[in-house]
């Protein structure tokens, strides 16, 4: 975020907005204004129209997280086991919950299977589902109880966990996190998936 560029300010307002008021209630005249653009039509040229701009912010939401958690799995040492593959998946999101992102992160990776199968590529779908599939194909050899089906509805439980503490619904009245929070919110999501994993098959 906090790009100079007049397209990445418009991101930045635009994710804002988007945040606290949705798609429906957020203008194109609230994001120029926000993000200090006086060209009228500056999203226009840049993005298209307003559903442009929204799948843009979206996309930028999925890319970002995407390749933190590529780098994660990349630089995983062999004893990082179990509890380092879990970290890898649910610190970037947590990391933007922190920064005060988390909220409309969780609502664009909970909305991207909603789409129509045509739109996964594009809106990051596809790529989000290719990383679980790596994930898990990481997972497997040290979880070898577990059969390709339920690992993988395991580890979407364990997505859909860290979705609902990005959204605050695993706060109980507590104070917003920040920066100085990460890991010890991290390890609050790693503990009980790890467990998830590692308990015996249903199957």
Known sequence: MSQCTTPGRLL????????????????????????????????????????????????????????DRERAL?????????????????????ALRCAGRGRYAARV??????????????????AVRASADRYCAALAPLLPHLGGSELAWRWQSVTATTDFYAIGALDDAEPAPGPDDVDRHVRRLVVPGSALLRADATD
């Open 12 to 67: 930045d307002a635009a994710e804002q907005l988007l945040a606290v008021h949705g798609p429906a209630g957020t203008s194109v005249r609230q994001v120029l204004r926000l993000a200090g653009v006086a060209n009228a039509a500056a999203v226009g040229y840049h993005f298209g129209d307003k559903a442009g701009l929204v799948a843009a912010v979206g996309r930028r939401v999925v890319d970002e997280v995407l390749a």
């Open 109 to 126: 990776f909970t909305r991207l299977f909603d789409e129509p199968r045509e739109r996964w590529e594009a809106n990051g779908a596809a």
């Open 74 to 94: 990349q630089a995983r040492p062999d004893a990082a086991g179990v509890e380092g593959l879990v970290d890898g998946w649910v610190r970037p999101i947590v």
